[in-house]
């Protein structure tokens, strides 16, 4: 076999480079019944990557509920989630992180990652529709932080606007604990006509295999490695790992690969994303039970002298891997000539089993696919679990130790200015979020966001959450409630829950205390997903989202952002959170507590960074969520509302500026103050209600199992809380207009 380079045999400290461990070493030489050649042991550095094997995560993800429901393609079946939406629809939907890519060069790193979710969208045959985006910064004051804020904002809006693509909703948080790590989480949802999906297999023997899509130069090699590995002062100097986006280009085959599958001459498909070929190529293999044989130096490439490792492992983007029926070969390449797209044949489907990957006439590596994959030969570990110590300065916290503000409006206003409660403006405006004429709404007017889909009745709520102060605080509570607020905001919509994506961006596994984190975020997740019945559809799982400088390590708070979609039957039924008529009396559905764990007000008025998690109760959700779809059906309520970070009166001036009206409030005795204006204990929505209504409205919760308080009423243009003016609504819609603008400018 041949080998190309100056290190024949490679050794322990090869593997090392290449992050494997001395025991994955010395299984690969198991499986080959030999010591592998470079190429070889780069194929399975990258595949046993923790980015493409989850050999850390897969015994934990397995908990999480994976079918029922609408749901037709399930976790790990394919390249991304398939729901029954109805009318013959089904919804394709996936979240993924792009974020060691976007922390060392954001630009990139975030168009990059919006480019490659969208493409496992449209290689299942299903047209995207909408982007959504969860994104976490550390403090942004500081110029390197504006940078990454700067770039990841612009790569973004710069590749989803110019692939057409409305950017619909997201969430954006800022903490210090994200100073070093930056967090870049892109999710797509695209619709399909059930039964003409196409699968990522290779079929069955003697099929052609074709390279499309753009050339193959020598970006984003070891891309999978890189996203395995913690980041340093030093990480700059991986910057090649880094992909080079080019949305046009993905247009163009976005509309050529639509119209392949049209033809009927495909067998499979799959996109070239984390480690290129050797991922594409092992995968369809694996799943269909077949082998390949590749001729690497028939993919177009656009750099000279690649060597056979280099097209192997590129992440070169906008590239697809195409296996086709025998004899119809000319009818695929008609289709990419017509878009003008490199078409090349590289090779054909085997009965070996084995990837045989050939160079200038040469075998350079030969192994097996079932090897290389999850759930095949992959390794899978269990790692130690520790409870965090910082927990046990959680559970000192008292809310009685903290004294309340002697000037509520100060206090208040202090809220309202945080960066991660202000207007996200300055971001959103650099979004395209109306291209394709679908977007009904956005998230400043409805909790989730609504997209039509044509030619129907119906319309998709999609939303992104997850409060990592809350995972942090207590990752099993956090974890569910990342699912109920997901869940919540759909409802409040006017939309029916049905299936989640998940991305789970956490530290070093190898840490006990980040992997508690972890298996504990999953348990909740798991729990809330079965008790809403939105099973997982997938996503992906992003480790070692932390920073080690000068000898310290800093991980980044766990964050298992929720991607969640839901449906709403009639779009004419949805619900948006503006106050809309003067005179409409407001309530506060669920129980009011005396609870400001993990609140911004307690971290931005007091500076307490050690507190509980936000009270919560999964019966009391479900039971929430019921009532509110039945005031919505009822069209008992004028506005809903949750209330979630900020607490209660950050909901109200939400719903105030939306609808450019003042409102009136008067807090009951029943719990402290601060709690009831800025505590963020769960289960709980604002709503409005037409006078006229109000007796039915009554009659209706006092039947039902929630909480509930008559609070005030829409009234005038300015905000009385407790009888004290505290200014006109427009003064308010200035300070959160301007925070994050005048931050950036």
Request: net charge negative; with cysteine; charged share 20%.
């Amino acid at each position: 076999m041949s080998n190309q380079h100056s290190d024949p045999i490679p050794t322990i400290e090869t593997a090392k480079s290449l992050g494997l461990t001395p025991d994955e070493f010395q299984k690969i030489q198991d499986v080959l019944g030999r010591v592998p050649n470079f190429t070889e042991l780069s194929i399975y550095s990258v595949m046993w990557s923790e980015h493409c094997s989850y050999k850390n995560s897969i015994l934990q993800l397995k908990t999480l509920p994976r079918d029922g429901g609408r749901l037709l393609v399930g976790a790990g079946e394919e390249n991304a989630g398939l729901v029954d939406i109805g009318d013959g629809l089904g919804c394709v939907f996936k979240i993924e992180s792009h974020n060691h890519p976007s922390a060392i060069e954001p630009y990139q790193g975030a168009a990059t990652g919006v480019g490659g979710i969208h493409r496992d969208i449209f290689t299942m045959g299903a047209r995207p529709i909408a982007a959504l985006n969860s994104l976490r910064f550390g403090t942004p004051d500081n110029p390197r932080m504006k940078r990454l804020i700067a770039g990841v904002v612009k790569g973004i809006g710069d590749y989803g606007n110019s692939f057409g693509v409305p950017t619909v909703g997201g969430e954006v948080y800022f903490m210090p604990c994200y100073d070093h790590d930056i967090l870049v989480n892109a999710m797509s949802a695209g619709i399909v006509k059930v039964g003409e999906t196409v699968s990522a297999t290779a079929g069955g023997p003697g099929n052609p295999v074709f390279i499309v899509g753009s050339a193959t130069g020598r970006d984003g090699i070891h891309g999978a490695t890189f996203a395995s590995a913690d980041l340093t002062e030093d990480s700059h100097e991986d910057l090649p790992a880094v992909q080079v986006g080019d949305p046009f280009q993905e247009k163009l085959l976005l509309e050529a690969s639509l119209e392949a599958i049209q033809t009927g001459a495909l067998v499979g498909m799959q996109d070239m994303g984390a480690a290129g070929i050797t991922c594409s190529t092992s995968e369809m293999s694996a799943k269909a039970g077949c082998g390949m044989r590749i001729d690497l130096d028939k993919a177009p490439t656009r750099q000279a002298n690649m060597k056979d490792w280099e097209i192997l492992l590129s992440e070169s983007q906008e590239r697809m891997l195409i296996v086709c029926q025998p004899g119809r070969e000319a009818e695929i390449k008609r289709v990419f000539d017509k878009w003008d797209l490199p078409c090349e044949e590289i090779g054909v489907t085997t009965d070996t089993g084995r990837l045989e990957f050939y160079y200038q006439g040469q075998l350079v590596a030969d192994v097996p696919a079932e090897s290389l994959v999850l759930g095949g030969g992959a390794p899978v570990y269990v790692r130690d679990q520790k409870r965090p110590a910082y927990l046990d300065e959680i559970a000192r916290f008292r809310i009685e130790d903290i004294a309340e503000p002697t000037d509520w409006l100060a206090a208040a206003k202090k809220v309202w200015s945080s960066p991660n409660i202000a207007s996200k403006r300055w971001i959103t405006q650099q979004y395209d979020s109306m291209v394709r004429t679908g977007t009904m709404t956005t998230n400043r007017h409805s909790d989730a966001a609504l997209v039509r889909v044509k030619g129907t009745n119906k319309a998709l709520a999609l939303t992104t959450d997850c409060n990592s102060a809350y995972v942090f605080a207590d990752p099993y509570v956090g974890g569910m409630i990342a699912v109920a607020e997901a869940a919540r905001n759909i409802v409040c919509a006017g939309g029916e829950p049905v299936a989640i994506t998940n991305c789970l961006n956490f530290g070093n596994p190898y840490n006990p205390e980040v992997y508690y984190q972890f298996a504990h975020a999953i348990k909740g997740m798991g729990d809330a997903c079965r008790k809403f019945n939105t099973p997982v559809t997938g996503g992906n799982v992003s480790f070692y989202n932390q920073a080690t400088l000068k000898d310290k390590v800093i991980p980044v708070y766990p964050t298992p952002t929720i991607g969640m979609l839901g449906i709403v039957d009639d779009h004419q039924r949805v619900m948006t959170l503006d106050f809309k008529s003067e005179g409409d009396v407001i309530y506060l559905l669920g129980q009011s507590r005396a609870d400001i764990g993990s609140s911004e007000y307690l971290r931005r008025v007091h500076g307490v960074e050690f507190s509980n998690c936000p009270t919560f109760n999964l019966d009391e959700e479900v039971q929430l969520h019921g009532l509110i779809r039945q005031l919505i059906e009822q069209s008992m309520v004028q506005s809903v509302h949750d209330v979630s970070e900020g607490g209660l009166l950050v909901a109200l001036l939400e719903s105030a500026q939306a609808g450019k009206r003042g409102f009136e409030v008067r807090r009951s005795d029943t719990v402290r103050k601060d709690a009831w204006l800025f505590g963020e204990a769960q289960s709980r929505v604002v709503v409005s209600v037409r006078p006229e209504l109000v007796a039915p409205f009554e009659a209706l919760l006092e039947s039902s199992a929630t909480s509930f308080e008559r609070i005030g009423q829409v009234e005038g243009t300015t905000v009385l809380v407790d009888g004290e003016n505290w200014g006109s609504i427009s003064d308010w819609n200035q300070v959160y207009d301007t925070v994050l603008e005048n931050i950036m400018n």
